[in-house]
């Protein structure tokens, strides 16, 4: 089970870390990956960790804006948010995978199989 959480509202500029803690003991075992969604649109793939965190992808409209990394002791999986604009506006979603990041990495949905619930992020103009 997956639990989202850190979202809210905040100005553009400014900064969110989202968390997303997992249940259970083989967490270290996931690919953990975050998905953004707005009304009326697919769910996008945002950013990806492999199990032990050394490698990380993230999609070109957040590189070098957000930082994805996770505490293998503590289950959970972070997502920072730096230089926020209104267009990050979604609902953020933590998926699970048991794909390998040598075979390729996931980036979309139907890839991962465990999902959390979404946590809104509202960035003001």
């Known amino acids: 089970q997956l639990q989202a959480s850190g979202g809210g509202l905040v100005q553009a500029g400014g900064s969110l870390r989202l968390s997303c803690a997992a249940s259970g003991r083989t967490f270290v075992y996931y690919l953990m990956g975050w998905f953004r969604q707005t009304p009326g649109k697919e769910r996008e793939f945002v950013a990806a960790i492999s199990s032990t965190g050394f490698s990380k992808y993230y999609t070109d ?3 070098g804006r957000s930082t994805i990394s996770r505490d293998n002791t503590k289950n ?5 948010l730096n230089s926020l ?3 990050d506006t979604a609902v953020y979603y933590c998926a699970a995978t048991t794909r390998k990041w040598r075979f390729g990495v996931p980036t979309t949905d139907q890839e991962y199989a465990y999902w959390g619930q979404g946590t809104l992020v509202t960035v003001s103009s």
């Open 61 to 63: 409209s957040v590189k």
């Open 76 to 80: 959970t999986v972070y997502l920072q």
């Open 85 to 87: 604009k209104p267009e």
